[in-house]
């Protein structure tokens, strides 16, 4: 499978369990000229700004290792176009991040980290 298919059947999978979770999921795969958040939600009154890394081994490192500090800026603009976008101001955001392990054609390993990071 190539990087695309397992990108997508990662999101799957952690909209699946957001939504297990009680969330509801608002958006996926919201772009903007510059970039895209993987699944926006809401938890209650709280947006959720989710990214979604999912790995077949951890030769380059862990899922949670690719959310880099660039990465965590870019999110942190991209949420606040979001919300303007949508109309959301003003509004409580969280950012978490949902790594995912494959380990089988039909299995992964989720891991939830709820307020990942915040706005720097």
Request: glycine content about 8%; charged content about 35%.
């Amino acid at each position: 499978m190539d990087r695309t298919g397992i990108g997508r059947r990662g999101e799957d999978a952690a909209v699946a369990y957001l939504e297990r979770a009680g969330m509801r999921v608002v958006d996926r795969n919201w772009r903007d000229g510059r970039g895209e958040l993987d699944i926006v939600a809401l938890d209650g009154d709280t947006l959720v700004i989710c990214e979604v890394k999912t790995r077949m081994t951890d030769g380059q490192g862990t899922p949670e290792e690719a959310v880099s500090a660039a990465k965590r800026r870019r999110l942190v603009r991209l949420a606040a176009s979001y919300v303007s976008a949508q109309g959301l101001e003003p509004c409580q955001i969280r950012f978490d991040v949902i790594a995912l392990r494959v380990i089988a054609d039909d299995r992964a390993l989720l891991r939830h980290h709820r307020a990942a990071f915040e706005v720097e």
